[in-house]
């Protein structure tokens, strides 16, 4: 949550190669530069962006897209794959998942006062947005994200995985301590002709920490 492409994708707008690809990163309203309006999150706000992404990427004129979506971002990746799929040519996913559970419900609530967040996670979003819109969009996150707890299965968008056509790389940080292992196997489950990649190091970051590994894995699979 509360991500950017300033803050959250350096080594993929960077490094990425601008020979086979246009690198676009985008910041969902509510998130980054794309203030105003603060941001909200009623029950379809994974639709919203979503439909947010494509919209934007019709406009600067793309005829079909490939998406990277990380956390909150692979949902809305899996969702725009699902409702879009004769503009999305291919996904690749990390630390996403389609429902909500009881643990999952304790690790946001671990994250919710982001007094206690580590220096380092806490700087850049600081920076960006001030502590006061940081520390109160990251509460109502949390507030958003368990409201899906709240419905059948705890879902978010488990009942579109089937309906994801386009060729899908899942990536997953074995030692990710935000998105349990449980998350990625469904996904690969659901998701027909889906691929897993482990990362045995990895954590909720892996695109960052590990970003050439990432990078080339990345490449490899868009070609």
Same mark, same amino acid.
């Given at each position: ?31 980054g530069?794309?203030?105003p ?16 992404a494509?919209? !934007? ?9 490939s998406?990277?979506?990380?956390s909150?971002g ?14 999305i ?7 996403a ?18 007094s ?12 960006l ?6 520390s ?8 958003g ?8 299965d ?8 089937? !309906?994801v ?10 030692k990710?301590? !935000?998105?349990p ?24 970051n ?18």
């Amino acid at each position: 949550m509360l991500g950017s492409g300033e803050t959250d994708f350096g080594p993929q707008i960077k490094n990425l190669n601008k020979k086979l690809f246009t690198v676009v990163a985008w910041d969902p309203r509510g998130y980054g530069h794309s203030r105003p309006p603060d941001r909200d999150f009623p029950g379809d706000f994974f639709e919203r962006d979503a439909k947010d992404a494509v919209d !934007l990427m019709k406009t600067l004129k793309f005829k079909k897209i490939s998406l990277l979506g990380w956390s909150d971002g692979g949902i809305t990746a899996l969702i725009a794959a699902a409702k879009y799929p004769s503009y999305i040519h291919k996904i690749v996913i990390w630390g996403a998942n389609a429902y909500v559970t009881e643990e999952d419900e304790m690790i946001y609530q671990g994250i919710r006062d982001v007094s206690k967040w580590s220096e380092k996670a806490k700087k850049p979003l600081e920076t960006l947005y001030g502590y006061d819109y940081f520390s109160k969009t990251c509460e109502k996150w949390v507030d958003g994200i368990k409201q899906f707890k709240h419905l059948p299965d705890g879902n978010i968008c488990r009942h579109l995985l089937p !309906l994801v056509q386009c060729p899908t790389l899942i990536v997953h940080g074995e030692k990710d301590p !935000l998105v349990p292992r449980f998350h990625a196997d469904f996904i690969h489950q659901h998701v027909r002709g889906s691929r897993l990649h482990l990362m045995p190091e990895g954590k909720h970051n892996l695109h960052l920490r590990f970003a050439n590994e990432f990078n080339k894995l990345v490449e490899d699979f868009l070609q």
